[in-house]
């Protein structure tokens, strides 16, 4: 019998390496990226730790040359889905009572072979699946992944340990039990971190999992759910089932056994997935917990008294890095008329010199959106905005799809806060600028504040301190996660915990211990030491 109490060694953020010109992660990764290329491969459904084949199959292509397929990838229906929900609930009670140190270990192995062995095999998937340059390949798939493993075994580990207080002759104590279900993700295509983070949280707190992670990130998705099972992770704890979102709809959304659905996505599908749980209430086991992270419309808000320099960098890597297709994508930006002149000028160098190509040439800073429907919507937007009076394109505007889905860095001005490209979401590299009068400050952060349903990043740039404190205040619920003075992307597990609310989703927190807290099930016990065998109390006596 184990009676020790073990710790997890206290987790520091993974470094970020350089991929310089002849470094030794330069050449593993080129190598990697060709191996892929010349050698498709086949993705089976991993459902009870076996490989399963399905009658239906689809291609993975890279999104920046449409024509090279990287293998395919099989397809679950309602039977397999079906077959994933029996294999959690039957690894449930043995994962859920495995002791805590043991289902940690297998999660900070994981992270260590990510880190180690495989790092050039999961950039290089990330890469040619994805359209990920080498940079935003290793901060997603390598460092943030291997981030949330390690701090969430350290999070849960400190959740543990916090017990209620004890009075004389009693010892109250919670224990922190999975869920009375298995737990539903449906994960993204644009950060393989968030497709690994998904079903691990709930996994690493006792439960079991269905994941559907995104037809267009599956390779990479594939490769870490093979890292899990190479680090031990039991049969059956986490299923890994590409499908239909309408099969996963009505199989899993409505299965008396759900009891959690992790999820980041669209608002529009998340929307329709808590109008199904309502409808199904009444056959929920438990109630679920649906934790969402959805869209964003995100700005940034410059003061007359910004920093110029600060502010263009700002514009353009947090709106055209990894081409605008991140949640967390600067899309808006209000900017004063006594700055807009220089601005403007230095947007146009630094735009016109960013290239963007094939991800195996690491002199490209932009690469191709993800898909052809995503490169039409971002098209139709800007033939909206070519088309109205009320916006002009000032920068950029092309779109070529001949051979990968390729959209310009573009600016829109706009002469109005409420033009269609400042309020909906395009995920697409695609910035949207509106000139407020400087006398038009507060008038402005209103319509900042207002214009559209989302709050998940924002920024404001000022050099005064009195104006800073104004604007935060002013856009206090504009913003889970709130910059002063840098773009609104970049948050970092452990340092900014990542989130928003309003129609961005429930503000759960990923990279916090808060996120983990929405996996427990707490029981609490209270142990009398000397039972009460009187049942009159003292001041009964009175005649």
Request: with cysteine; proline share 5%.
């Amino acid at each position: 019998m184990n009676n020790a109490y073990f710790q997890v060694k206290p987790p520091v953020n993974e470094p970020i390496k350089g991929y310089m010109p002849g470094s030794p992660e330069t050449v593993a990764l080129k190598a990697e990226l060709e191996r892929q290329l010349a050698n498709p491969v086949e993705v089976p459904l991993i459902i009870a730790g076996k490989e399963v084949r399905t009658a239906n199959k689809a291609n993975m292509i890279c999104p920046h040359d449409h024509k090279k397929v990287l293998g395919q990838y099989y397809i679950a229906g309602e039977k397999e889905l079906l077959m994933a929900i029996t294999a959690a609930e039957a690894a449930r009670e043995e994962w859920e009572n495995m002791p805590w140190e043991h289902r940690a270990t297998i999660f900070l192995k994981a992270a260590d072979l990510l880190t180690g062995k495989y790092r050039a095999k999961l950039s290089a998937a990330c890469m040619l699946g994805q359209s990920k340059n080498p940079y935003q390949s290793e901060i997603d798939v390598i460092c943030e992944m291997a981030d949330f493993l390690r701090f969430n075994a350290h999070f849960v580990q400190e959740i543990y340990k916090q017990q209620p207080l004890s009075t004389d002759g009693v010892w109250n104590r919670v224990e922190y039990r999975a869920l009375d279900g298995f737990v539903a993700a449906i994960t993204p295509f644009n950060f393989t971190s968030i497709g690994g983070n998904l079903p691990t949280a709930p996994a690493m707190c006792g439960n079991t999992v269905l994941w559907k992670p995104s037809s267009t990130a599956v390779l990479s998705n594939y490769y870490f759910m093979q890292i899990l099972i190479e680090a031990g992770l039991p049969a059956g704890v986490i299923n890994f089932v590409p499908c239909r979102g309408v099969d996963f709809g009505k199989v899993v959304v409505p299965h008396p056994k759900m009891a959690g659905f992790h999820f980041t996505g669209s608002t529009g599908v998340f929307n329709d997935i808590w109008n199904q749980v309502g409808q199904n209430i009444n056959n929920y086991v438990t109630y679920p917990r649906l934790v969402g992270e959805t869209g964003g419309k995100d700005f940034i808000f410059a003061h007359e008294t910004a920093d110029v320099e600060a502010l263009t960098c700002a514009i353009v890597l947090g709106a055209f890095e990894y081409q605008g297709q991140k949640c967390s994508a600067a899309s808006r930006a209000y900017i004063p008329e006594s700055l807009w002149g220089k601005v403007k000028v230095r947007l146009e160098e630094e735009i016109g010199n960013i290239k963007m190509g094939d991800v195996r040439d690491f002199t490209n800073l932009m690469n191709a959106v993800i898909d052809q429907k995503s490169f039409q919507n971002i098209k139709n937007y800007l033939d909206y905005a070519r088309e109205s009076t009320e916006a002009e394109i000032i920068i950029g505007g092309g779109c070529d799809d001949s051979v990968g889905y390729f959209v310009e860095p573009t600016v829109i001005l706009a002469k109005t806060p409420t033009f269609k490209t400042m309020v909906e979401e395009i995920f697409g590299p695609v910035m949207t600028i509106y000139i407020y009068p400087n006398d038009k400050l507060e008038e402005t952060l209103k319509a900042c504040d207002t214009a559209t349903s989302y709050a998940l990043t924002g920024a404001v740039f000022a050099q005064d301190r009195a104006a800073i404190i104004k604007l935060a205040k002013a856009l206090d619920h504009a913003a889970g996660n709130f910059y002063i003075n840098d773009k609104p992307t970049g948050a970092v597990v452990g340092q900014q915990p990542f989130g928003g609310s309003r129609g961005s989703g429930t503000n759960d927190k990923a990279g916090s211990a808060i996120n983990l807290y929405r996996w427990m099930n707490q029981r609490a016990i209270k142990e009398t030491l000397v039972p009460r065998t009187v049942v009159n109390y003292p001041y009964m006596v009175e005649k």
